[in-house]
């Protein structure tokens, strides 16, 4: 007899029955530091007042109605997105892999409209991450996520990150946009150069090619600033947003310039959940949090205080963690250790972080954290390495 719930996760032993700010309260009657935010999502922390006031009171009043309406939240929420970031439009979903699809459709969308529609193919890049539906597993240039799924969607060129050269060599007539991560989170933390993003967006202007960044992880503050491409000083044609987009609601936005969202006409796309009045209302809150004077700032600050603490115990404890990667509150340790062992132990002493690739542990605390926060991390990760080198 199998378990009535699907086998596909193997959860660790252990359940929440409240969440306050940067902490969780287990089933076993402990308190836990939340270094993992739901992998990046709960970045304002848990039970945030104006994240439940905004919930609790668009639940009361209408929680859905249908595309086939107007839904002014979404008007608002666009106007919002729109202001602060690049983007001259916003589509609204649930997740974020069903942002990067509606990204990769705007791709070939663009192309056809203009009478190419050979230009179908992306170019991605090894060991990144972009959702698990059938499109963005193909997408990610990972082996272990294609493993008993059949053959790959078609329309995928992978070559490694930072080789700009291996990027031109892939291009072909049949070449319609990039695909990337900012910074490879699932992959371990790894930080795309920014010469690199620069020039992917220089070989894109060149090429006639639409640039596309995933800022599903990396986006809504992760590296202090609202998106990534910000540290840059260029801006990507078509963006993934999701996870701290809804702190723990679900919802998902493509965000895209105004050539590439003129060539989305009526029924090219669309969603029934995708933009519904909840989700609206969390996250319209959520960007308004995000979006106040100083905010930002105090998650830069935050994150140098952080870094600057993590430094000292990959210092002294070189046996245990090789490497810091990262930028603002977006940060991995590379392990000499098994990641997994460091986990664990981190759990014993009541913290919890993420699983990264490359053998990584990554940190991703809301974006709240205070410095007493800082130091009851950084005091229970220095006796979880005193315990693994001893």
């Known amino acids: 007899m199998i378990s009535p719930l ?6 660790a032993d252990l359940s929440f029955d409240k969440g306050e700010g940067a902490y969780l309260f287990g089933n076993d009657g402990r ?12 970045s304002l922390g848990h039970a945030h007042p104006k994240i439940t006031e905004a919930l609790s009171k668009q639940a009361s009043n209408l929680m859905h109605i249908s595309n086939l309406f107007r839904i002014p939240g979404q008007e608002e929420l666009a106007k919002k997105l729109v202001d602060n970031t690049f983007a001259d439009a916003a589509y609204f979903c649930n997740s974020g892999a069903e942002a990067n699809e509606c990204g990769l459709k705007m791709i070939r969308k663009y192309f056809s409209t203009n009478g190419q529609p050979e230009r179908y193919r992306v170019i991605a890049f090894e060991n990144s991450f972009h959702g698990r539906t059938l499109a963005t597993i193909a997408a990610a240039g990972q082996d272990k996520l294609l493993e008993g799924f059949g053959p790959p969607m078609d329309g ?3 070559v490694p990150v930072g080789d700009i050269e291996a990027v031109k060599q892939a291009i072909t007539p049949e070449t319609a946009g990039v695909l990337i991560e900012p910074i490879l989170g699932e992959g371990g933390i790894q930080v795309v150069e920014p010469e690199f993003l620069r020039q992917l967006r220089k070989l894109c ?5 639409l640039l596309m960044f995933d800022e599903i992880q990396t986006g809504m503050g992760r590296t202090g600033k609202l998106f990534a491409y910000e540290h840059l000083g260029i801006a990507p044609d078509i963006m993934s ?5 809804g702190n723990g609601f679900p919802v ?3 965000l895209a310039v105004e050539k590439v969202a ?7 796309h669309g969603s029934t959940y995708g933009g519904n009045p909840l989700a609206m209302a969390v996250a319209g809150a959520v960007v308004d949090i995000m979006t106040e004077d100083g905010f930002m700032e105090r998650v830069q600050q935050t994150g140098n205080h952080l870094r600057q603490a993590l430094h000292g115990v990959v210092d002294r404890y070189p046996s245990v963690i090789e490497e810091l990667r990262g930028v603002g509150l977006h940060l991995g340790l590379k392990c000499k250790v098994e990641n997994g062992a460091l986990i664990q132990t981190l759990i014993k002493h009541g913290v919890l972080t993420a699983k990264g690739g490359d053998n990584v542990v990554r940190l991703l605390p809301p974006l709240i954290i205070d410095e007493a926060q800082i130091n009851e991390f950084i005091t229970a990760l220095e006796q979880a390495c005193e315990e693994l080198s001893s």
């Open 252 to 254: 998902g936005a493509c």
């Open 241 to 245: 947003s999701a996870k701290a987009l």
């Open 205 to 209: 202007d060149e090429e006639g090619l």
């Open 262 to 268: 003129v060539c989305m006409t009526v029924g090219s």
């Open 156 to 158: 995928f060129d992978h």
């Open 6 to 11: 699907l086998s596909n996760y193997a959860p």
């Open 31 to 42: 308190r836990y530091l939340d270094f993992f935010a739901g992998i990046a999502v709960t």
